[in-house]
């Protein structure tokens, strides 16, 4: 079984359309980020949810919205694509808040055109 | 601020041979964490290792060994005896020690082991 699945694993679509990416994890975990690796690979992070709250925002466009509907579930939501947002998205668990080993998921490859 | 440095931006060594990954950390906490993680060519992100502040001792597994040293802010990574699939981009990662930490990721360093 996938510890942290994504959903989709590949996403293209036109400047302006909106689209979501889903994420789940099955290990128990209370924390869930949302991290973002541009084309030089360069990771940062989005967002950070612990038990469905949010707790880091990371200066992300307003475009970008997280819900979190359930501790086991994250998904990202992005209104009016632009060229600038084509990445890849990964999701992450961790069972705490602090510190911990962060678990992936495979990441969705976003490209907008 | 939190920074973290990766100034190797690609290593080819060929195959057997050993390699060391430099990470350079800058933090003001006293307390704080460091990471190692890998990226193969397949994608997905795997956690190698944590370290917390406190801990100076070296850790060593199988071919992989890590030498933390706060004198120079350094968490290098070392591969003893390269293989084939060790290639990979790895990123060294910091955490503060705070409610609302985060890991900050370095730059990452791609390593290709060549035949």
């Known amino acids: 079984d996938t510890a942290v699945s994504q959903t989709p694993k590949y996403l293209v679509t036109q400047m302006g359309n909106d689209k979501s990416i889903k994420c789940e994890q099955n290990?128990?975990?209370?924390?869930m980020y949302w991290y973002k690796q541009d084309s030089k690979k360069f990771l940062k992070i989005m967002f950070s949810?612990?038990?469905?709250?949010?707790?880091i925002n990371e200066t992300v466009p307003n475009r970008f919205s997280p819900k979190s509907p359930d501790k086991a579930h994250l998904n990202l939501h992005i209104n009016s694509l632009e060229l600038g947002d084509s990445a890849v998205y990964f999701c992450?668990?961790?069972?705490?808040?602090?510190?911990?080993?962060?678990?992936f998921g495979s990441g969705t490859q976003l490209s907008v055109l | 601020a939190q920074k973290v440095t990766q100034a190797q931006t690609e290593i080819s060594v060929v195959e057997k041979e050993d390699v060391t990954l430099d990470c350079v950390y800058e933090t003001r906490d006293t307390t704080y964490y460091l990471f190692w993680y890998k990226q193969p060519p397949s994608g997905e992100l795997v956690f190698l290792i944590r370290r917390n502040s406190f801990d100076e001792q070296n850790e060593i597994s199988g071919r992989y060994s890590w030498n933390f040293q706060k004198s120079t802010s350094s968490f290098n990574f070392t591969i003893t005896a390269s293989q084939v699939v060790d290639s990979a981009v790895y990123f060294c990662a910091l955490s503060g020690y705070s409610s609302a930490s985060k890991i900050i990721f370095g730059s990452g360093t791609r390593l290709s082991i060549r035949p």
């Open positions: 290990l128990g975990h209370d924390t």
């Open positions: 992450a668990s961790s069972q705490g808040l602090i510190n911990e080993k962060l678990f």
């Open positions: 949810y612990n038990n469905k709250e949010l707790i």
